[in-house]
C-alpha cells in the first residue's frame, strides 16, 4: 500500500482519455485500487480516479454520500457507462482534488444508471441520483479528460475555498456540499 502523487490541473495526464482494463483482477489493477482508496482517505476526498494518480486507466473509486451502512467501503467502479435517465440537471458546488483550494458550480445530471465492473470483475449496474450521481459523474469525467471547471456554465462561480466558506449565498446552502473528488 502506498499512498499516491495526486496529478494536479495542468497535468497532460487529466486531459487525455484513459484506457479500458481488460483484466481487473489482474495484480497490477488490484494493487493500484488498494493505493487509491489509501490516497483518497489520506486526502479526504469523496473519489479518485485513476488518472489523478498518473495512471491512464478507466477506474475510478469513491464514497456514496449518505452511505449510512455500519462499515461503508469506497465502491470500485472500472470500464463505467453513463446513461442519463433524465434531462434534469441541478448545479451544485464541487471540488477536485486536482483543483485544490478552489469551488465551482457545475450542471449535472439529476439521475443516471451507471454499469461498469467492481474490483472482482462482477458486472455493476446502479441507478443513482443526486449526490451519488454528481460523484460519479464528476470522477468518470476524469477518465475522458474532463475537470469540473470546463462543464460550468458561468465562471464567476469559480472561486477560491477560503472565500467560499464566508461569503456562500444565503440561498444556495441546501445545495451546499463539502467535498473532494
Ligand atoms: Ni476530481
Request: glycine fraction near 6%; charge should be negative.
Amino acid at each position: 500500500m502506498a499512498i499516491l502523487k495526486i496529478a494536479k490541473m495542468g497535468h497532460p495526464v487529466l486531459l487525455q482519455r484513459a484506457a479500458e482494463i481488460d483484466d481487473p483482477t489482474a495484480p497490477d489493477v488490484q494493487a493500484l485500487i488498494e493505493d487509491m482508496f489509501e490516497t483518497m482517505e489520506d486526502a479526504q476526498g469523496l473519489g479518485l480516479a485513476a488518472p489523478q494518480v498518473h495512471v491512464a486507466k478507466r477506474l475510478v473509486v469513491f464514497h456514496v454520500p449518505g452511505d449510512e451502512s455500519e462499515t461503508p467501503s469506497p465502491r470500485v467502479l472500472i470500464n463505467p457507462v453513463i446513461t442519463p435517465l433524465s434531462d434534469d440537471m441541478h448545479l451544485s458546488w464541487e471540488g477536485c482534488l486536482s483543483v485544490p483550494g478552489l469551488r465551482g458550480r457545475v450542471p449535472r445530471f439529476d439521475e443516471i444508471r451507471y454499469t461498469g465492473m467492481d474490483e472482482t470483475g462482477a458486472p455493476v449496474d446502479v441507478t443513482a441520483e443526486g449526490m451519488h450521481a454528481r460523484v460519479v459523474q464528476h470522477e468518470c469525467d476524469h477518465l475522458d479528460g474532463r475537470l469540473y471547471p470546463t462543464r460550468m456554465i458561468d465562471l464567476a462561480d469559480l472561486v477560491f475555498e477560503s472565500e467560499w466558506r464566508y461569503h456562500l449565498p444565503l440561498e444556495q446552502e441546501d445545495e451546499e456540499e463539502d467535498y473532494d473528488e
